[in-house]
C-alpha cells in the first residue's frame, strides 16, 4: 500500500447508556482534539463510535488511558461531488471488482464532501486504482 491514499479512522467501543458519547467527547475537547467526522451505531448493548480527526494516535491514547476500547482501521476516502448518482458511481466500481464495502459515513465540506469506505485492508491498493481509473480521487489525512 505504498502509495494508496486512506485514512485512519478511530473506532471506540462503547456501553449503550446514557452519558458515554458525553464522555467520549468532552474527554477529547478538554484536550483540544477536533472531531472531522462522526459515526455512531448501536446494538441493545453497545454501540461503536467511529471518528476521524487529525490526531487520531492523541485521541487513541486519551481514550484508551480513560478506560475506553479503541483502536485504529484503515478506510479509505473519496471526494465527491454534490449531484445525483456521484455515491453510485463508488458503489458500482466496488461491485464489479467483487470489493466488499463493510460500512459507509460522510464528511461534509463547504459544498461537496468525501464518502468514507471501510473495507477489507488488502483491498485498499486495488479500490485506489480502480476508483483513479474511474475519475474519482482519494483523500489521504493531508486532505481533511
Known amino acids: 500500500m ?3 491514499n486512506y485514512l485512519e479512522q478511530l473506532s471506540v467501543f462503547i456501553e449503550n447508556r446514557a452519558g458515554e458519547l458525553y464522555s ?3 474527554l477529547l475537547q478538554k484536550e483540544d482534539v477536533s472531531l472531522l467526522s462522526i459515526s455512531l451505531s448501536d446494538s441493545s448493548e453497545f454501540g461503536i463510535l467511529r471518528l476521524l480527526t487529525k490526531e487520531t494516535e492523541k485521541a487513541k491514547t486519551l481514550l484508551i488511558e480513560n478506560g475506553f476500547m479503541a483502536q485504529l482501521n484503515k478506510v479509505i476516502g473519496v471526494r465527491i461531488i ?5 455515491f453510485n458511481k463508488v458503489v458500482k466500481i466496488f ?3 467483487g470489493i466488499d ?5 460522510t464528511v461534509n465540506e463547504k459544498n461537496d464532501g468525501i464518502f ?3 473495507i477489507d485492508d488488502d483491498k485498499l491498493g486495488q479500490a485506489a486504482i480502480l476508483l483513479e ?5 482519494t483523500v489521504g489525512a493531508e486532505d481533511l
Open 24 to 26: 467520549i467527547t468532552s
Open 82 to 86: 454534490n449531484q445525483v448518482g456521484s
Open 116 to 118: 468514507v469506505f471501510k
Open 95 to 97: 461491485n464489479e471488482a
Open 133 to 137: 481509473k474511474g475519475g474519482i480521487s
Open 101 to 105: 464495502i463493510r460500512y459507509t459515513y
Open 2 to 4: 505504498d502509495k494508496t
